[in-house]
């Protein structure tokens, strides 16, 4: 079974400030895409990461992809309260009967206040 | 981006009937759709892989005459939740899979709220 470790779970912090999310595994990816989900939503595409040693900038936000690719940060610099949200690592597998199948980390909730 | 929709986005059944939930990929085709429960605050949990034209695949411990799923085309696949009780009530969200280079994203839908009584 590939895990994909997420951390933190929880993250509140104030608007303004930096922060990061880790996703980690001792297994090997295809692919890697970050997801961000409101209440009520499904969640949405943010990127997708496919070279190890990638990274990818999205306004505030800067993904990177492990060298090995088994493992992925998001980065938010100045985090606005629009920032709030579910934030998913999603790893894609890389073979086998499991081939195109998501893997999710845990999750993180961040919450920034004004 | 790739938009799929679901229909409907929520649903109040009583116990021991049966609702269907559709899920559409509006602006590609997808021969691979995957549908997720989601409990409050938590990730994603896999139910199963639907596949156009052929039999769903599903993961370990999810009863599939429970859960049926039809993929008759390339851009709807439904879930039925047969018999439902209420600890069937969850967050069900369905996502399309679609190429992009060399690799495939998954996109998702806005999710259905089932509340089983």
């Known amino acids: 079974t590939q895990l994909l470790e997420q951390s933190p779970q929880f993250l509140s912090i104030q608007e303004g400030e930096n922060l990061t999310v880790y996703c980690n595994s001792s297994?090997?990816?295809?692919?890697l895409q970050w997801y961000r989900q409101e209440p009520g939503e499904g969640p949405v595409l943010l990127v997708t990461v496919v070279t190890g040693g990638e990274v990818k900038k999205l306004k505030r936000l800067t993904f990177q992809f492990g060298d090995a690719r088994k493992d992925s940060s998001l980065h938010i610099t100045a985090a606005q309260t629009g920032d709030t949200g579910l934030y998913l690592c999603a790893g894609a597998r890389a073979g086998g009967t499991s081939y195109g199948k998501l893997t999710f980390g845990q999750g993180t909730i961040l919450t920034v206040h004004p | 981006g790739a938009v799929v929709s679901q229909h409907p986005s929520w649903v109040i059944c009583k116990s021991g009937t049966s609702v269907k939930i559709e899920c559409r990929s509006l602006d590609f085709q997808a021969t691979t759709m995957f549908w997720y429960r989601q409990f409050p605050k938590q990730s994603l949990m896999l139910m199963a892989t639907?596949?156009?034209?052929?039999?769903?695949?599903?993961e370990q411990g999810v009863e599939k005459d429970k859960f049926l799923i039809n993929h008759a085309s390339l851009t709807l696949s439904t879930l039925t939740v047969t018999s439902a009780h209420p600890e069937d009530s969850s967050f069900y969200i369905c996502?399309?899979?679609?190429?992009?280079?060399?690799?495939?994203?998954?996109?998702f839908g806005p999710g259905t709220r089932l509340t089983v009584t």
């Open positions: 297994s090997v990816f295809s692919s």
């Open positions: 996502s399309a899979r679609r190429l992009a280079g060399y690799s495939y994203e998954q996109y």
């Open positions: 639907s596949n156009e034209g052929s039999k769903a695949t599903y």
